[in-house]
Nanobody, 118 residues
Framework: QVQLVESGGGLVQTGGSLRLSCAAS????????MRWYRQAPGKEREVVAT???????NYADSVRGRFTISRDNAKSTMYMQMNSLKPEDTAVYYC????????????WGQGTQVTVSS
């Protein structure tokens, strides 16, 4: 069973930076896609950034140029560097892995709160 644990969230002022991490435990052999999602109060969960097994990345328009997603394949760990944070970035951030382990299975972390004060 794969478990994902996020860390790195917190309270930061507008213009500040945070680095989120998502560490995986369990047997992982083939991660197809890794994503960061976020959900603000009263809003639907949205994709923030994606990185594929080949290293291709994609970002939501609202964060492109400010956030950078990366991965450490040896550690099955994903990161997101968040710079120039804005109050509208305030949300719970979740990591997501799509893994092929015989079949395709999706795993979620428990979420980490990011709060940006104005």
């Amino acid at each position: 069973q794969v478990q994902l644990v996020e860390s790195g969230g917190g309270l930061v002022q507008t213009g500040g930076s945070l680095r989120l991490s998502c560490a995986a435990s369990g047997s992982i052999s083939n991660i197809i896609v890794m994503r960061w999602y976020r959900q603000a109060p009263g809003k639907e969960r949205e994709v923030v950034a994606t990185i594929t097994s080949s290293g291709s990345t994609n970002y939501a328009d609202s964060v492109r140029g400010r956030f950078t997603i990366s991965r450490d394949n040896a550690k099955s760990t994903m990161y997101m560097q968040m710079n120039s944070l804005k109050p509208e970035d305030t949300a719970v951030y979740y990591c997501y892995y799509l893994i092929r382990d015989g079949s395709l299975n999706a795993y979620w972390g428990q979420g980490t709160q990011v709060t940006v004060s104005s």
